[in-house]
Structure formats: C-alpha cells, structure tokens
C-alpha cells in the first residue's frame, strides 16, 4: 500500500512541476507530459509503474471522454456529421488495412496481427487533439471537426481491434459476420448511452442538490461505458452519446449552484487524468524495451521500421483527408451549395493533426498472451513497440510543429463564436430590458429598484453597440429585497434568451455556456449583497 501511495504523490508531483514547465516554455502539455515520463522512466531504481489496460478503459477512458462529449456543440457537430464520419470511421479502417498490409509485407507480420497493429494506432487521441486544439487560435469548423472525430473514432478503432484479435486467437474471419457485429455493436453502444442519458436527465430533474448532482455526472461515463461493455456493445459509443445527450439538456436541466461548482470539479478530474495519463505513457519506455530485448531483428531495423510506420500513419492520413474533402464536391455538385469547399490550409491542418495517445497504448498492452492453441501471439512485443514509437513521433512532431504550422499558412480564428456571442449578449440584455419595463407598467410601487436596474442594462446594451455610457453603471450597494427579485427576473428572461437562441441553432452551445456562466456569477453574487 505503501508503495502505490509514493507512487500515487510521484505522479501528482510530476504533473504539477511539468504543468509548470508547460506553461512557462508555451508547449501543449500532454506533449511535455510524454517526454518528461520518458525521462522519469529512464532513470534507475525508480519503481516501475506498468500502464494496467483495464485501468485505462475503465478508469480513465470514459471520465475524459464524458465531459468532452458533454461540452461539444451539437449544432456544429450535426452541421459537420458528413467529415466527422469520413475521418471517425473511414479513416480509421483505411488506416487499419493500410498499416496491415505495410506490416506484413515489409516487417513480415502475419496480416492478421498486422490488422491488430493499425486498429490499434489508427484514431487519433481525443485527449490530446483537445488539450492542443484549445490552446491554439484556429477557425471553430476545424476543432469542431477534431473533437468530433477523436470522439467517435476510439469505438471504431475498439471494435475492429476487438474483430482482429479475435481472429488471431482463434485463426477464423468472416468479413460479413464482423459487419453485421460492427453495426450491432455501435448501435447498441449508442441506444445505451441514450438510455443511461435519459435516466440521469431524469434525476437531475427531480434532485436540487448541487453535491449529490455532480456526483451523479461523476458517476455517468462509467454507467454507460460499464452497461454497454457487459452486454458486449461499444462503451465508448455509449460514453460520447451520453454526454452527447446531456450536454444538450444540461443548461435547463441544472440550477446556477450546481453548475458554477460542478465545473470547477470536473476541470479539476480532467487536468489530474491527463496529467497520469500522458505521463504513464512516458514511463512505460522500460517495459516496451523489455519486450523487445533479445529480438532475432537488430533493434536499429526495429526502430527504423517503427518510424517507417510512423510517418506511414501521417502520408495515410494525408492520402485520405484530401480526396475525401474535394472528391464529393467534384461529383455531387449539389453539396458546394450547402458546404462551400474549404482553403486547402485548413484541410492541412486537419491532415497533420493526428497525435495518437493513451488508447492505442493501452490497446497493445491488453493484447492476450497466446493464442488458442496456447502458441505465443504473432508479433505481440512488436506491436507494443511500434504502437509506442508511433505515439511519441506523433505527439511530439506533430504536436510541436502545429502551431509553426498554422503560423506558416496564416490561420487564424475566423471571429464567428465572439460574433455569435455579442449578438446573443446584445439580445438578452434588451429582452430582460423589455421584461423589467414589462413589470413597470404592473408594478408601480417598484419604481425606484426598476429604474436601478434598466440604467444598469441601458448602459450595457450602449456598450454593446459601441457607444459610450451615457451614466455610470449604477451600484448595487443600495440593495433591498425588490431589487433582488426584479434583478433574478432579468437573469431569468437572459437566461431563456440565450436558450432560445441556442434551440433556434442562431448560437452554438459554446456560446450559450459562456454566456451562461457569467449569468450564473451574478445570480449568485445577488445572495452576497444582503
């Protein structure tokens, strides 16, 4: 117990002094998080800490897959199904069948281990393209295509895996059964995340308990992924649709309280899972370079085929992003009218980013053993070894070089969100201004809290369209009873403005969720005023 327990304060160490690090020298951390666990992991007499799969697929799988499904905007995901599903699943199997056959032919892999090995290192990581993606200033489309498809690629890449080893264990394939599996398995994933999403909408309807509520959305993913996974569906599929389908709801469904401290404890679960995450990848070097000790190949050629399919990874990735962006629109002419075809640099963008991470490393290290036949798996301790090479050549060249990369096609935020939000700020302040002089014409007597708070939102509309203040901002110093209840009115007709707004898709749910929580902040600030 001892020991996990340094163990346990080893890795929060680590990940505050290389946060640290991070931010002082501008690098994406999960980046830094890799090395600086490759570098503890190199040093002698360190206890050696073993990556468990089950751990990763259980434990940190759906607790870092949740949140980002729960905070992608539905609306922009919709509006860019078409590539998200060309790149989650299209991609994802082209690169399986490409990589194996690069496998067999040249590194001698039987194709079906070959198979195993590019369903492993095919989708790239959810994890990092988010913790990158949000730090760089690039169009909303592409980190909204991104995301979307780092969400959904893992069960894509799960299932084929699941396919592949099955048929090196057992030595038998059906190309039609494993289609029929596939389909029956995402569908099932999905039809279960919407049920535990449903039944967790439902509580959260009936409970006003801002602890017992977040403990509710803590315990969520691993609901989903556990109920799917026992019923052999795609748990990753039932995770994202989940918190697909709560993030839709969740800004009518819980109170002001719970959502200013719900989101501080689950940026606190995400930043502490990561931070393991990325570096227990690092600090698996000494095992992968176990498994490759005493190999009949030479471990220069091993390192040069590994990084043949590492850069083999990127050119497919390339090969496929490309013609699937331009190719539909030279066919169907119809489809330039509704999505005119993007700048090539920003097809770039979305070609060079595919850093693989955590999955495709837990994925080669939860393969069996042996075979049915108890023979040892074919080409096990390569595959871990290659699946390793290609996480590190992808975080660290891709993830340094992106922003260079962006800086050198001139990319740069196109603007529309902090445009979507002015105007959406601009309409609920008149429309809680309308509601106060509604209460006027029936209140009479609450002349003097009324006419505090229209000056406070005539001059913020003023300030939003640009002219200057006519008067201060009047301040609430002078606080009574009235003057809370008319203010939380105002916050109420605000709040279902932008809900409104967001329901019409005028606004994506990014905007409503930024504007909620300042909504939110002075609501709450109304209780300290007394």
Known sequence: MTGIVEIFVGL???????TLVARRLHISYPILFVIGGLLLGLIPKLPRVRLDPELVFLFFLPPLLFPAALLTSWRDFRANLRPISLLAVGLVLFTTVAVA???HYFMKLPLAAGFVLGAIISPPDAIAVSAIAEQLKIPRRIVTILEGESLVNDATALVTYRFGVAAVVTGYFSLADAGVQFVIVSLGGILTGLAVGWLAQQLHKRV???PIEITVSLLTPFVAYLAAEQMGLSGVLAVVTAGLYLGRRM????TFKTRLQGGPVWEMVQFLLNGF???LIGLQLPEVLRGISGHAIPLSRLICYALLISLAVIVIRFLWVFPATYLPRLIFKNLCKHDPCPKWQHVTIIAWTGMRGVVSLAAALALPLTQQDNSPFPGRDLILFFTFVVILTTLVVQGLSLPLLI???G??????MEREEHSARLQANQQALARLNEIAEREPVAADALERLRIEYEDHIRQLEGVEPERAGTSLHRFSSEFERLSREALRQERQTILDLRNQDTISDDVLRRIQWDIDLAEARLGQQQ
């Open 277 to 279: 995450v990325f570096i």
């Open 208 to 210: 006003d308990d801002a």
């Open 411 to 416: 990319i740069a935020d196109d603007g529309s």
């Open 407 to 409: 800086r050198w096609l």
């Open 101 to 103: 056959f690069l496998a």
């Open 251 to 254: 800004p009518e469904l819980l």
């Open 12 to 18: 929060l160490l680590a990940v505050v002094m290389l």
